[in-house]
C-alpha cells in the first residue's frame, strides 16, 4: 500500500463548479498535509497546508483533513481555467521529507 | 530573478550515455533535494542536502550520484543511462526543515529522455 494514494483523474468540470479532489494516507503518524498545484511543463507550488485535524480556508480554496478516516480533501469553489492543473497532496515523514500522491490532473471547461 | 532553476529544461540522450542536471537556489535556504516524477506524475525524492551535507539518500541507483559544492547548489551526475531513467527531475529548496517541512520550493524541472 502506498503511503499516500490519490485518484489521477483526469477530472473534468465546467467553470464554476465546485471542485472536490481527495486523498488517503496510511500512517496515523502523519501530522501535516499540504495540496501542491502544478501547472503543465511547471514545478509544483504550494497551495496551503494544514495540521492535524480540521478544515483551512484561503479564498476559494479549503482544505480539510479527517485523521479517524485518513482522508485529506480540498475543495475549490467557483472553478475558473486558470485552476485547470495537477493537484497534489503530500504530507510529512518525519522531518526533512514529504511524500506526494500520485497528483489529480484537473480541466475547468469554460 | 527566478528562485530555483535547473539547466538544462531538456535533456535527450543515449543509453549508456553519462549525463549532468545543475541546480541553483537564490533563496538562501540551507536545504536542497532532487525528485523524479514520472510519466503518471508520481512524485518522489531521492536525496536531500542540507548545508552541503547528505541527508536523505532513498533506494536510488548507485548510478546516480548528487552533489554540492556549496548551499545554494546541487547537481545530479548520472552514470550509464537507462530507459527507466526518463522521466523529469525537480531541484527543491526549502528553509532548515527542523520539524516541520511544508513549503517546498521547486525548479521548472529537467525534462530527460533516454533513448
Known amino acids: 500500500q502506498k503511503e499516500v494514494e490519490q485518484d489521477p483523474g483526469p477530472l473534468s468540470v465546467p467553470e464554476g463548479a465546485i471542485v472536490s479532489l481527495n486523498c488517503t494516507y496510511s500512517n496515523s503518524a502523519f501530522q501535516y498535509f499540504m495540496w501542491y498545484r502544478q501547472y503543465s511543463r511547471k514545478g509544483p507550488e504550494l497551495l496551503m497546508y494544514t495540521y492535524s485535524s480540521g478544515n483551512k480556508e484561503d479564498g476559494r480554496f479549503t482544505a480539510q483533513v479527517d485523521k479517524s478516516s485518513k482522508y485529506i480533501s480540498l475543495f475549490i469553489r467557483d472553478s475558473q481555467p486558470s485552476d485547470s492543473a495537477t493537484y497534489l497532496c503530500?504530507?510529512?515523514?518525519?522531518?526533512?521529507?514529504?511524500?506526494f500522491g500520485q497528483g489529480t490532473r484537473l480541466t475547468i471547461n469554460p | 530573478d527566478t528562485a530555483v532553476s535547473q539547466t538544462p529544461k531538456y535533456l535527450v540522450t543515449q543509453m549508456g550515455n553519462d549525463k549532468s542536471i545543475k541546480c541553483e537556489q537564490n533563496l538562501g535556504h540551507d536545504t536542497m533535494y532532487w525528485y523524479k516524477q514520472d510519466s503518471k506524475k508520481f512524485l518522489k525524492i531521492m536525496f536531500s542536502?542540507?548545508?552541503?551535507?547528505?541527508?536523505i539518500n532513498e533506494t536510488v541507483p548507485n548510478r546516480f550520484s548528487p552533489k554540492s559544492p556549496d548551499k545554494a547548489h546541487l547537481n545530479l551526475h548520472i552514470n550509464s543511462l537507462e530507459l527507466g531513467d526518463s522521466a523529469v527531475y525537480f531541484c527543491?529548496?526549502?528553509?532548515?526543515?527542523?520539524?516541520?517541512?511544508?513549503?517546498?520550493?521547486f525548479g521548472p524541472g529537467t525534462r530527460l529522455t533516454v533513448t
Open positions: 542536502y542540507n548545508n552541503k551535507e547528505l541527508i
Open positions: 503530500a504530507t510529512d515523514w518525519g522531518a526533512q521529507k514529504l511524500v
Open positions: 527543491a529548496s526549502s528553509q532548515d526543515p527542523g520539524p516541520l517541512v511544508t513549503e517546498q520550493y
